[in-house]
């Protein structure tokens, strides 16, 4: 039990992040942090994580709080226990999960005020559509209300101001590609974008990967066969600063996706269910964590080595091998003078106003069920530290961070 094709968030629906975006709108909101914590695969561990959750809510003092997972099953032990720790504060908090029938709570505590379903299929189960679970900007807009409403009954939270400022804003400006070309290079021209047909040398990846294509989906191509997904991320630039603060360009119009499966018996990678069949019967278009309809996917699809699809080291260099490919269509997106056709502006501000901490409870198991943070671009996977490597400790990020890709999904 633990997490699935259609509520998986990956690394395109962190960079979206439906509740984030939320809370940012609020002028009677600051958002002091955000904490993502790695779900483990031992309870002494998931405890002692969710004790650490606690610690850095003493720190960040928050007027109340959302968790969030993607998981169910035995992953609802690390979410309970998060929630746990917030309600023995006497913090309001909002619950957000997929439960319908398949996910119901194996694990319960006395602190469980409330808890929004993420479940959005007509079954209650589980199932290989990409998004169709996916945390909606409805679902984000409930929590939002149902929290401020929970906290202005509270009669003893003052208002203070972060301890954490930050010390720039973020902009991110949008431009619109409308036709995806093959070419002798990668650049951008006008609302053109070429890609280089030769692929970069992967030879350093051969222990795992066997071969590596890219394939170009257009919008009106989804009726063609995939293999299983291992992530949609977006195509994001920084153009100055670090991950946060500054600027950073992003192309609207395209998405990466990685897909991969092994050579010679075929498996499909996956943790609960695979996604491999027609595309537009796999995936849920327009989703905070999915292409739009009418986006073309630059698909980056690999065929593993027997068994490696079914090792930690075999996904991390799917992943490695999907960035590079990537990244020398950021290194022409950084270069564009252009007039973006939207920019959207997230100040640093502080503001006086009621705290709201959001907890992301995240993969951290390995082997399709991993996340990485603090990649070197938005989004993307080369340069990041696994939650792993950190024994799945709890991190503070700022709300700004995970709106320019800090968190990296491998599943």
Same mark, same amino acid.
């Given at each position: 039990?633990?997490?699935?094709?259609?509520?998986?968030?990956?690394?395109?629906?962190?960079?979206?992040?439906? +509740?984030?975006?939320?809370?940012?709108? /609020?002028?009677?909101?600051?958002?002091?942090?955000?904490?993502?914590?790695?779900? %483990?695969?031992?309870?002494?561990?998931?405890? $002692?994580?969710?004790?650490?959750?606690?610690?850095?809510?003493?720190?960040?003092?928050?007027?109340?709080?959302?968790?969030?997972? !993607?998981?169910?099953?035995?992953?609802?032990?690390?979410?309970?226990?998060?929630?746990?720790?917030?309600?023995?504060?006497? +913090?309001? %908090?909002?619950? &957000?999960?997929?439960?319908?029938?398949?996910?119901?709570?194996?694990?319960?505590?006395?602190?469980?005020?409330? #808890?929004?379903? #993420?479940?959005?299929?007509?079954?209650?189960?589980?199932?290989?559509?990409?998004?169709?679970?996916?945390?909606?900007?409805?679902?984000? /807009?409930?929590?939002?209300?149902?929290?401020?409403?929970?906290?202005?009954?509270?009669?003893?939270?003052?208002?203070?101001?972060?301890?954490?400022?930050?010390?720039?804003?973020?902009?991110?400006?949008?431009?619109?590609?409308?036709?995806?070309?093959?070419?002798?290079?990668?650049?951008?021209?006008?609302?053109?974008?070429?890609?280089?047909?030769? #692929?970069?040398? $992967?030879?350093?990846?051969?222990?795992?990967?066997?071969?590596?294509?890219?394939?170009?989906?257009?919008?009106?191509?989804?009726?063609?066969?995939?293999?299983?997904?291992?992530?949609?991320?977006?195509?994001?630039?920084?153009?100055?600063? *670090?991950?946060?603060?500054?600027?950073? /360009?992003?192309?609207?119009?395209?998405?990466?996706?990685?897909?991969?499966?092994?050579?010679?018996?075929?498996?499909?990678?996956?943790?609960?269910?695979?996604?491999?069949?027609?595309?537009?019967?796999?995936?849920?278009?327009?989703?905070?964590?999915?292409?739009?309809?009418?986006?073309?996917?630059?698909?980056?699809?690999?065929?593993?080595?027997?068994?490696?699809?079914?090792?930690?080291?075999?996904?991390?260099?799917?992943?490695?091998?999907? !960035?590079?490919?990537?990244?020398?269509?950021?290194?022409?997106?950084?270069?564009?003078?252009?007039?973006?056709?939207?920019?959207?502006?997230?100040?640093?501000?502080?503001?006086?106003?009621?705290?709201?901490?959001?907890?992301? %409870?995240?993969?951290? #198991?390995?082997?399709?069920?991993?996340?990485? =943070?603090?990649?070197?671009?938005?989004?993307?996977?080369?340069?990041?530290?696994?939650? =792993?490597?950190? &024994?799945? &400790?709890?991190?503070?990020?700022?709300?700004?961070?995970?709106?320019?890709?800090?968190? /990296? *999904?491998?599943?």
């Amino acid at each position: 039990m633990g997490l699935g094709p259609s509520t998986k968030m990956t690394s395109l629906f962190h960079f979206n992040c439906p +509740i984030v975006r939320e809370l940012l709108k /609020h002028s009677d909101i600051e958002v002091p942090g955000v904490i993502v914590a790695g779900v %483990s695969e031992n309870y002494l561990e998931k405890v $002692f994580t969710a004790q650490r959750v606690g610690n850095l809510l003493d720190a960040l003092k928050p007027d109340g709080v959302i968790v969030v997972t !993607d998981a169910w099953g035995n992953h609802h032990v690390d979410f309970v226990s998060v929630i746990e720790e917030v309600g023995k504060r006497g +913090i309001p %908090s909002v619950g &957000m999960g997929f439960f319908g029938l398949q996910g119901r709570l194996v694990y319960t505590s006395e602190y469980l005020e409330t #808890l929004i379903d #993420l479940n959005k299929g007509t079954t209650g189960y589980e199932s290989c559509v990409i998004g169709e679970n996916n945390l909606s900007e409805l679902d984000a /807009h409930k929590a939002v209300a149902i929290l401020k409403n929970k906290i202005s009954k509270k009669k003893d939270y003052g208002t203070c101001q972060s301890i954490y400022p930050h010390k720039r804003g973020l902009t991110r400006k949008f431009f619109t590609i409308e036709e995806v070309v093959w070419g002798d290079q990668t650049k951008i021209e006008g609302d053109r974008l070429i890609v280089k047909k030769n #692929l970069p040398d $992967f030879s350093a990846y051969e222990r795992w990967i066997e071969k590596v294509e890219v394939i170009l989906i257009r919008s009106g191509e989804r009726g063609r066969f995939v293999n299983s997904n291992l992530d949609f991320f977006p195509i994001a630039s920084k153009v100055d600063n *670090s991950l946060g603060e500054g600027i950073t /360009h992003v192309i609207q119009g395209v998405a990466a996706m990685i897909t991969g499966v092994e050579k010679t018996s075929h498996f499909q990678p996956a943790n609960i269910g695979s996604s491999e069949g027609i595309l537009s019967e796999q995936v849920e278009f327009n989703t905070a964590g999915t292409p739009r309809m009418n986006d073309t996917i630059i698909n980056i699809d690999l065929l593993f080595k027997e068994g490696e699809g079914r090792t930690r080291d075999g996904i991390r260099a799917a992943h490695k091998i999907a !960035d590079t490919v990537i990244n020398s269509i950021r290194k022409e997106l950084k270069k564009i003078e252009a007039r973006p056709v939207r920019t959207e502006k997230y100040n640093a501000e502080k503001k006086t106003a009621k705290k709201i901490v959001l907890v992301k %409870s995240v993969s951290g #198991l390995g082997n399709m069920y991993e996340t990485a =943070m603090f990649p070197d671009q938005p989004g993307g996977y080369l340069g990041a530290y696994s939650t =792993m490597d950190f &024994m799945n &400790m709890p991190v503070v990020v700022t709300a700004n961070q995970v709106l320019d890709g800090v968190i /990296h *999904s491998l599943i």
